[in-house]
């Protein structure tokens, strides 16, 4: 696992966004994992300019995303769906089939057999991560165990409380949601996860503390990847209390 810090959040997005343009240069139809969250917000952004520059085409590219609430639809304002098509998918030339989203309105046992066959039968060639505040990546909290597959998981207060300021109103805040598993994950050939505000300083700071492989922060999966990159600012790398090991500007 590698620590990249960077000059600020957009180089931080701008770096992620390069990874994933080569791959996808290198394996036109690659399977890229995609989150959502004001984290990627940025990677996207950069990537839909390459795509308007011509430099980059997404015509055969695959996706997946990490996570979805459960009990919303994708027609649901605050929807990872929803998210996806304002950010990504009406910004780049993706073709829907490619797109493979879990229904956060369908049948949850259902829902997880598709989505457990998909990752299956497809390996991510990248993806990329946020992490909570609590150190979870994709919906994976922290938990006695880590669970390989896909599942539904019963949100963290830590997590409800950290998302409600995307709703009107905590109550309103799904309490389930569908994630890719910690097994999953662990499987794709490359990761980035990228971090960025004080509000994650605990848990960027916890996860380089020590070697620990630890389901109480799963975000600490990502030293058995085969090639992980943590994407931070400098601010944020300061307020963790990390010593720079790498400097990166694009
Ligand atoms: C959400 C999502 C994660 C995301 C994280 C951080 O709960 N399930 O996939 O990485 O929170 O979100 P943000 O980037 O908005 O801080």
Same mark, same amino acid.
């Given at each position: 696992m590698k620590l990249i810090v960077t000059g600020s959040f957009d180089e931080s997005s701008r770096h992620v966004a390069a990874r994933f343009a080569e791959v996808i240069r290198e394996k036109p139809d690659a399977l890229i994992g995609c989150a959502t969250g004001s984290s990627t917000v940025g990677i996207y952004r950069h990537l839909a300019a390459q795509y308007e520059a011509g430099t980059l085409d997404f015509a055969k590219v695959r996706t997946v995303n990490v996570d979805e609430y459960m009990g919303?639809?994708?027609?649901?304002?605050?929807?990872f769906a929803h998210f996806m098509g304002e950010h990504f998918f009406t910004r780049v !030339?993706?073709?829907?089939?490619?797109c493979y989203l879990v229904d956060?309105?369908?049948?949850p046992a259902g829902e997880t057999a598709r989505f457990r066959a998909f990752l299956g039968g497809n390996r991510m060639d990248i993806l990329m991560l946020g992490i909570g505040?609590?150190?979870?990546?994709?919906? !994976?909290?922290?938990?006695p165990v880590f669970t390989a597959g896909a599942h539904v998981v019963a949100l963290a207060e830590d997590t409800i409380r950290a998302n409600s300021r995307f709703f009107q109103d905590e109550s309103e805040v799904p309490r389930h949601a569908m994630t890719m598993g910690i097994g999953d994950i662990a499987k794709a050939r490359r990761v980035c996860l990228i971090a960025s505000g004080a509000a994650k300083a605990d848990a960027v700071r916890r996860l380089f503390a020590d070697d620990s492989i630890d389901p109480r922060l799963p975000c600490t999966i990502l030293k058995a990847c085969p090639d992980a990159e943590v994407v931070i600012d400098r601010e944020l790398a300061q307020a963790a209390g990390l010593i720079q090991t790498q400097e990166e500007s694009n």
């Open positions: 919303i639809g994708p027609g649901h304002g605050q929807s !030339n993706l073709a829907p089939e490619n956060g309105a369908g049948d505040t609590n150190g979870h990546v994709g919906f !994976n909290e922290p938990a």
